[in-house]
């Protein structure tokens, strides 16, 4: 069983920028299709943003459109969230999510995957 690791989470203000990275260990990742997700305080759990074994597609939830953006490097078994002008609101734990098919495009729902990371804390402050 893969075990997937996140870091780059962190405090920053609104309007800041950060990275999350994630990877595994115990299993690689170039041949699957990768999620974040996030959960807030008193929320439940929800897509971020998705993107296919390749690379080629990506999904984002509307609120995260033009301020984060996913991305690998399958070469180096990494993942990637950048996000940009982070707003308050985004204050959550993230997630990474390995989705089992082979070679499978990106896809938005929870069920869809069956690995999942600790989580790193994000926490943006106004």
């Known amino acids: 069983q893969v075990t997937l690791v996140e870091s780059g989470g962190g405090l920053v203000q609104a309007g800041g920028s950060l990275r999350l990275s994630c990877t595994a260990s115990?299993?690689?990742?170039?041949?699957?299709?990768m999620g974040w997700f996030r959960q807030g305080p008193g929320k439940e759990r929800q897509f971020v943003s998705a993107?296919?074994?390749?690379?080629?597609?990506?999904y984002y939830l509307d609120s995260v459109k033009g301020r984060f953006a996913i991305s690998r490097e399958n070469a180096k078994n990494m993942v990637y969230l950048q996000m940009n002008s982070l707003k308050p609101e985004d204050t959550a734990v993230y997630y990474c999510?390995?989705?089992?098919?082979?070679?499978?495009?990106?896809?938005?729902?929870?069920?869809?995957?069956?690995?999942w990371g600790q989580g790193t804390q994000v926490t943006v402050s106004s």
């Open positions: 993107i296919s074994w390749s690379g080629g597609g990506t």
């Open positions: 115990g299993g690689i990742l170039s041949n699957n299709a």
């Open positions: 999510a390995l989705d089992p098919i082979f070679r499978g495009p990106a896809r938005k729902f929870e069920s869809s995957y069956n690995a």
